[in-house]
């Protein structure tokens, strides 16, 4: 079946510098994928929509400057976190939009600024 | 203010009852998800319902779609303490795949 794989699984970085997450459709082409951020016991928050060859759109609230999108193939979406802070330590996941229009999550990546 | 409403927020029962979640919105979806998620993992699709009105069990678990595709419950029959998790459903408004989540029903079932 389809899989979206995520990388790195887990990840810590020094405040102030910049994580790239990746997203990878494994066997199939996605041009459109989605990233979310889960804080502890709180739900999953929509990002933004990533699109292959386009900018991403943003969802109210979040910065564009900080978190940098590319979508730059049809299996690769890649999320960083420029200039991190602890208190964007958080559960980052993305999903992507496969064939029939189904959803397929990643498996997350945790991120742990110190 | 989220587009999805859960309720309750958290649930504790004992094995063997059974419970419901719902999932409430003023606006209308083209499809609506339910998923469950154990700590540190992505959630994990249970199902998935695009018809008003539309009722879909797998095995112990009935979800309902409202009539004005607003609306959802899932009902557990006998809960074992596998059921334990955190319930999401998820909404899709446009038929993009699009989907904005509630912010979640923690049930805990105790043997």
């Known amino acids: 079946g389809a899989v979206v794989s995520q990388h790195p699984s887990r990840v810590i970085c020094k405040s102030g510098t910049s994580v790239k997450i990746e997203c990878r459709s494994l066997d199939f082409q996605a041009t459109t994928m989605f990233w979310y951020r889960q804080f502890p016991k709180q739900s999953l928050m929509l990002m933004a929509t990533s699109n292959e060859g386009s900018k991403a759109t943003y969802e109210q609230g979040v910065e564009k400057d900080k978190f940098l999108i590319n979508h730059a193939s049809l299996t690769l979406s890649t999320l960083t976190v420029t200039s991190a802070h602890p208190e964007d330590s958080s559960f980052y996941i993305c999903?992507?939009?496969?064939?029939?229009?189904?959803?397929?999550f990643g498996e997350g990546s945790w991120l742990t600024v110190v | 203010t989220q587009l999805l409403e859960q309720s309750p927020q958290f649930l504790s029962i004992q094995e063997g009852e059974n419970l419901t979640v719902y999932c409430n919105s003023s606006?209308?979806?083209?499809?609506l998800q339910w998923y469950r998620q154990e700590p540190g993992e992505g959630p994990v699709l249970l199902v998935t319902v695009v018809t008003g009105g539309e009722v879909k069990k797998l095995k112990r678990l009935t979800f309902q779609f409202g009539d004005a595709r607003k609306d959802s419950s899932l009902h557990i029959t006998a809960a074992q303490p596998g059921d334990t998790g955190l319930y999401l459903c998820?909404?899709?408004?446009?038929?993009?795949?699009?989907?904005?989540f509630g912010a979640g029903t923690q049930v805990v079932v105790t043997p």
């Open positions: 998820a909404g899709d408004t446009d038929s993009w795949g699009k989907f904005q």
């Open positions: 999903s992507a939009r496969g064939r029939g229009n189904t959803i397929y």
């Open positions: 606006s209308v979806f083209s499809s």
